[in-house]
T-cell receptor
């Protein structure tokens, strides 16, 4: 089975930087995704890591360490619209399939 | 523009009734997925398909079925709805032809079983 852990809630101030951590235990690891989900809406793709290191995309960056089973999503210059849930998902190759397994999500609240 | 749609967006039904949720994508993606999202559980995979006539069970498939007769559609059927199936249901698709193979999600269907 999969075990994916991330904090339930976080609060940060507008303009600041926040780091959302995700730890995982899985067999057949084949990539890690971060999605953003605003309340009442669909998850939308943010980032993908399959190799160790940092991937930067504008204000958002994602880091992966496969040996530690650890990833983080870094959000810089926080804006009010960044208030949302952030979902960590591990893709694992098991029994002939290559599917995503999601953590329970981290609800981020950005305050003025 | 290519998209993925779900219908209905909201549904209220009674215990024991059969319910079908529709999912339609115009990206010509090979792979399609159904998830349910509940508080405290995150997104859980119900069924998935890697192509026409291919269907597979996911983590929480009991009480659900799917069929894939064409590339665009993967309807999800609840054979006999139960209150435990009250949830938000998301359909997703991915190309199946890329290394990243990102899944893109539909807007969701909120199902209430009374």
């Amino acid at each position: 089975g999969q075990n994916i852990d991330q904090p339930t809630e976080m609060t940060a101030t507008e303009g600041a930087i926040v780091q959302i951590n995700c730890t995982y235990q899985t067999s057949g690891f084949n990539g890690l995704f971060w999605y953003q989900q605003h309340a009442g809406e669909a998850p939308t793709f943010l980032s993908y890591n399959v190799l160790d290191g940092l991937e930067e995309k504008g204000r958002f960056s994602s880091f992966l360490s496969r040996s530690k089973g650890y990833s983080y999503l870094l959000l810089k210059e926080l804006q009010m619209k960044d208030s949302a849930s952030y979902l960590c998902a591990v893709r694992a190759h098991q029994t002939g399939a290559n599917n995503l397994f999601f953590g329970t999500g981290t609800r981020l609240t950005v305050i003025p | 523009d290519a998209e993925i749609t779900q219908s209905p967006r909201h549904k209220i039904t009674e215990t024991g009734r059969q319910v079908t949720l529709a999912c339609h994508q115009t990206w010509n993606h090979n792979n399609m997925f159904w998830y349910r999202q509940d508080l405290g559980h995150g997104l859980r995979l119900i069924h998935y398909s890697y192509g026409v006539q291919d269907t597979n069970k996911g983590e929480v498939s009991d009480g659900y079925s799917v069929s894939r007769s064409n590339t665009e559609d993967l309807p999800l059927t609840l054979e006999s709805a139960a209150s435990s199936q009250t949830s938000v249901y998301f359909c997703a698709s991915s190309s199946g032809r890329e290394i990243t193979d990102t899944q893109y999600f539909g807007p969701g269907t909120r199902l209430t079983v009374l």
